[in-house]
């Protein structure tokens, strides 16, 4: 119950609504009461009202539609910005369940991006495989991952529709991953795209660029995927360096 004190009325409306939210008294989809029921069942005037619920979309916890009312969203798919581990790894730590849709191998030319990536001859044929990865069920991200020739060969021949790649690699070919390069930035999905991500053309997407190495710095794969940027968010501890910034008036030229 909002009590008068200290902690601003809207603030404690928000946690409220966010503690009922997590408790499952509302699930993804399902509609808040209206401003109008929540005024009465809280004894709030509407903005006080209308600040908590503003909040908590800012969070990401609720979505409005015009004329229709306002939601409870999906849980967001949280990964860890600072940590090599595959799609269904993450997932799984995550409480979620992990799945593939569909999946095509080919062997193909690469590219010049590709070809970088795996440090091979642009046109060399590479292994390439989509798949559509879902999560409990729903689409999430197109995942594309390509393959030099050596370790293609041996990735062609196993089950690749639900198993983590990670997992093939490090316990079937007995590779050991030791890092990667990865580069995340945003992107629009465009018709082919959103039609397999099941979303309108234009949606937001963060596309997502990974060059993966084993222990001795040889690259093992790279991987080029698009994610459904209002299912995902990334997060990460950093720390501010000191040093970079110990002679800050270095940086600035004395104009003559």
Not at 177 to 206: D, F, N, P, Y
Not at 219 to 232: E, K, L, N, Q, W
């Amino acid at each position: 119950m909002v009590q008068p004190g200290r902690t601003p009325l809207h603030i404690q409306l928000a946690d409220i609504i966010r503690s009922q939210i997590e408790s499952g008294v509302f699930n993804p989809g399902d509609q808040l009461p209206t401003e109008m029921e929540l005024m009465k069942q809280h004894e709030l005037s509407s903005s006080t009202v209308r600040q908590a619920v503003l909040a908590l979309v800012g969070e990401g916890l609720l979505y409005r539609r015009a004329g229709k009312g306002t939601f409870v969203a999906k849980r967001h798919i949280g990964r860890d910005l600072l940590t090599f581990s595959g799609f269904s790894e993450e997932a799984v730590a995550r409480g979620f369940r992990p799945g593939t849709r569909h999946v095509t191998v080919a062997w193909r030319s690469a590219d010049a991006v590709v070809a970088a990536a795996l440090n091979v001859p642009t046109d060399e044929r590479v292994l390439t495989i989509e798949r559509l990865r879902t999560i409990d069920d729903e689409v999430v991200a197109v995942e594309t991952v390509s393959f030099a020739a050596a370790i293609g060969r041996q990735m062609e021949k196993l089950d690749l529709a639900d198993t983590s790649f990670t997992e093939i690699i490090e316990r079937q070919l007995g590779v050991a991953l030791a890092r990667a390069r990865q580069e995340i930035r945003a992107g629009a999905a465009r018709a082919r795209l959103a039609k397999a991500l099941e979303v309108s053309s234009g949606t937001a997407v963060l596309q997502i660029d990974r060059t993966a190495f084993d222990t001795s710095d040889r690259v093992i794969y790279f991987s080029s995927s698009s994610y459904r940027a209002d299912r995902y968010i990334y997060t990460g501890w950093i720390e501010r360096k000191s040093a970079s910034i110990a002679h800050p008036r270095q940086l600035i030229a004395r104009s003559r």
